[in-house]
């Protein structure tokens, strides 16, 4: 057997010709700039103002499946029945609206200002709590109750919602298009569709029938238009029109069943209206180039 070479590293992977301590000085600097995580780890961790319209998105969210919840278990606790309270619910859909108006303000307030690193992730976030999980629990609540409806396909719609909404969301984050468009409906539009669908009809196999269609119209190809500008005015126009409306059915005042149904249609009109527009606008385009 040959000596071994104690100039060269042993086991350990330290240098006989070095000192130990030296050694293990060296060794733990080496793994400490190893861990140190890359890239601008403080900024990364402040939060923006874009941030914390994110966040009241979120929550937002939260606060509208809590007030759900509470309506259903309050019913329950007492009368052992559940039937959908018009006080509650309205309440849930301001909330969402509020978080879509946050979701809405977020990205201007953004680009108007520095956003920080986790922003993006952060909105993605809180759009599934406020435009995924929230109105699949309101699907729940609205039609899980309903005597003739089957549980399992009330389910089956509210998690096509929710699934639906992330799959959106991941394929925006990472599918950008050439028109600078949006890629299937946006996921707050399909989640006040899927409000306005429950506030508009019972539970019935047409109605869970349209919540399927909402769900598939997120997750299509087809090309929504980007508030951007006059038509980011008229949305946030739009959405104040709704609250006040919400407000006033809610409150039980005189008209305001009639605004509701009015504001509810034209929500699920417009949605519908937007692809076919969209084909017809392609059907043309197709024409005046095979004519050429």
Same mark, same amino acid.
């Given at each position: 057997?040959? =000596? +071994?070479?104690?100039?060269?590293?042993? $086991?350990?992977? %330290?240098?006989?010709?070095?000192?130990?301590?030296?050694?293990?000085?060296?060794? *733990?600097?080496?793994?400490?700039?190893?861990?140190?995580?890359?890239? +601008?780890?403080?900024?990364?961790?402040?939060?923006?103002?874009?941030?914390?319209?994110?966040?009241?998105?979120?929550?937002?969210?939260?606060?509208?499946?809590?007030?759900?919840?509470?309506?259903?278990?309050? @019913?329950?606790?007492?009368?052992?029945?559940?039937? +959908?309270?018009?006080?509650?619910?309205? $309440? =849930?859909?301001? /909330?969402?609206?509020?978080?879509?108006?946050?979701? /809405?303000?977020?990205?201007?307030?953004?680009?108007?200002?520095?956003?920080? =690193?986790?922003?993006?992730?952060?909105?993605?976030?809180?759009?599934?709590?406020?435009?995924?999980?929230?109105?699949?629990?309101?699907?729940?609540? %609205?039609?899980?109750?309903?005597? &003739?409806? #089957?549980? %399992?396909?009330?389910?089956?719609?509210?998690?096509?919602?929710?699934?639906?909404?992330?799959?959106?969301?991941? &394929?925006?984050?990472?599918?950008?298009?050439?028109?600078?468009?949006?890629?299937?409906? #946006?996921? +707050?539009?399909?989640?006040?569709?899927?409000?306005?669908?429950?506030?508009?009809? @019972?539970? $019935?196999?047409?109605?869970?029938?349209? *919540?399927?269609?909402?769900?598939?119209?997120?997750?299509? &190809?087809?090309?929504?238009?980007?508030?951007?500008?006059?038509?980011?005015?008229?949305?946030?126009?739009?959405?104040?029109?709704?609250?006040?409306?919400?407000?006033? %059915?809610?409150?039980?005042?005189?008209?305001?069943?009639?605004? *509701? !149904?009015?504001?509810?249609?034209? @929500?699920?009109?417009?949605?519908?209206?937007? #692809?076919? &527009?969209?084909?017809?606008?392609?059907?043309? !385009?197709?024409?005046?180039?095979?004519? *050429?």
């Amino acid at each position: 057997m040959t =000596a +071994p070479d104690l100039g060269a590293r042993g $086991t350990a992977g %330290w240098s006989i010709d070095a000192p130990m301590e030296d050694s293990i000085d060296t060794s *733990i600097e080496e793994i400490e700039e190893t861990e140190e995580p890359r890239g +601008p780890v403080g900024k990364a961790f402040r939060l923006s103002a874009a941030d914390s319209l994110s966040l009241g998105n979120a929550l937002s969210g939260f606060l509208s499946v809590v007030v759900l919840a509470y309506s259903a278990i309050d @019913q329950l606790k007492v009368d052992g029945k559940f039937e +959908p309270d018009p006080r509650f619910f309205g $309440t =849930a859909v301001v /909330l969402l609206l509020i978080g879509a108006t946050c979701d /809405l303000f977020d990205g201007l307030v953004a680009r108007r200002f520095r956003a920080s =690193a986790m922003g993006a992730e952060l909105d993605n976030l809180a759009d599934v709590i406020s435009f995924g999980f929230a109105p699949a629990f309101m699907v729940v609540i %609205w039609g899980g109750f309903a005597e &003739r409806m #089957p549980l %399992w396909l009330v389910l089956a719609a509210a998690g096509s919602v929710l699934l639906a909404g992330v799959i959106r969301l991941a &394929r925006f984050a990472c599918v950008k298009t050439k028109s600078g468009d949006f890629m299937g409906l #946006p996921i +707050p539009m399909g989640a006040m569709t899927v409000v306005s669908i429950v506030l508009l009809f @019972q539970p $019935t196999v047409w109605t869970i029938g349209g *919540i399927f269609a909402v769900a598939w119209l997120m997750v299509s &190809r087809v090309e929504y238009p980007k508030p951007k500008g006059n038509l980011a005015a008229l949305v946030l126009g739009w959405m104040m029109i709704n609250v006040a409306c919400l407000t006033i %059915w809610a409150a039980g005042l005189a008209g305001g069943d009639e605004l *509701i !149904q009015v504001g509810a249609i034209m @929500q699920i009109a417009i949605v519908s209206a937007i #692809p076919l &527009r969209v084909l017809m606008f392609k059907r043309s !385009q197709r024409k005046e180039r095979s004519s *050429i």
